[in-house]
DNA sequence: CCCATTTCATTTAACCTTAAACTATTTAAT
DNA sequence: ATTAAATAGTTTAAGGTTAAATGAAATGGG
């Protein structure tokens, strides 16, 4: 068939790219992360406030189904968000097992100002690619990333 | 220079880009997760135990190196391993300060297992690109790990 | 209506992860 | 040789992360 051969060819070639993949993830992490942390919000808790911004109030479910995460891990990092005064928790009145996430003022403008140094920061951490190549990668993670939640 | 217009799309690309990696990278772990926590090892102990494999005896520092991760964070993880009989420290007779870490025979019979069985799963994750799409997506993400250079 | 099932959120245990402070050792400058 | 600085590893505190078990509310079939 002539399969075998070429298949052990995309075998490496998979192993490889996993591997660059995790750590470009890992390097521009690192490379924004000052720009968040400055603001005593950790990146977790940055995800979910820049969700909140741009897309209003939702649900745990929802956020935890856009972020990929766990329950049980929206649950811990919502309660340090409203224990820090930067989020609500409202029953919603349709579902009572519900609970809607709304940013409060001082969250609202807290992630104002942290989502800009934000961008910056990420594209210093781009720099290395053009448009061109930056709209590749978008595209190929978008179809590797497929396959769960695919909003 | 007209780069402000350009300047405005590439910003939005990156954004893009990065989300698009972000869950690319989780929906990866997710799926190969399985085919690594059935033995009772976690993905990190699994990164460890694979580098042990590849690259054979090596000293926490370099083992944080390798896995872009804090030297706390790989004394616990090998803490774990050397408690569960998979591993073992080594004092670095040219350096005291320093330990070599090297696999027991139960670890390297467990990690040879494991490795076949995970790079299975990750052929799976990639199923959705292409043999040429695999070798972009490592070349972009190499450029992007390592901040300028790359091939 | 009643009960089984499903769903949203929470809790818990175990581990991962980081930054910062610390110990022990090595290296380098005087 | 002495001492200051750098380095390898450890500890601690705070938070992130998951799976699994639980509670509470909604849903659906009889």
Redesign the pocket.
Do not use: E, F
């Given at each position: 068939m002539g399969t075998q051969y070429s298949g052990d060819y995309k075998r490496v070639a998979i192993l490889d790219a996993w591997i660059k993949l995790s750590r470009a993830g890992i390097t521009v992490t690192q490379k924004i992360?000052p720009s968040v942390e400055k603001s005593n919000l950790?990146m977790?808790?940055f995800g979910v406030l820049e969700m909140l911004l741009h897309l209003g109030p939702l649900?745990?479910?929802v956020i935890?189904l856009k972020i990929?995460?766990?329950?049980?891990?929206v649950?811990?990092?919502?309660d340090?968000l409203v224990r820090d005064g930067l989020v609500r928790?409202n029953v919603n009145p349709h579902?009572?097992?519900?609970?809607i996430v709304e940013l409060l003022p001082i969250g609202r403008s807290l992630i104002e100002k942290v989502f800009e140094k934000h961008v910056q920061a990420l594209e210093q951490a781009f720099e290395a690619l053009n448009s061109a190549e930056v709209r590749v990668l978008g595209r190929l993670c978008k179809k590797l990333g497929l396959g769960i939640d695919a909003t």
């Open positions: 992360r950790t977790a808790q649900s745990q479910k935890g990929l995460r766990s329950p049980g891990n649950v811990m990092v919502i340090n928790r579902d009572r097992r519900s609970h």
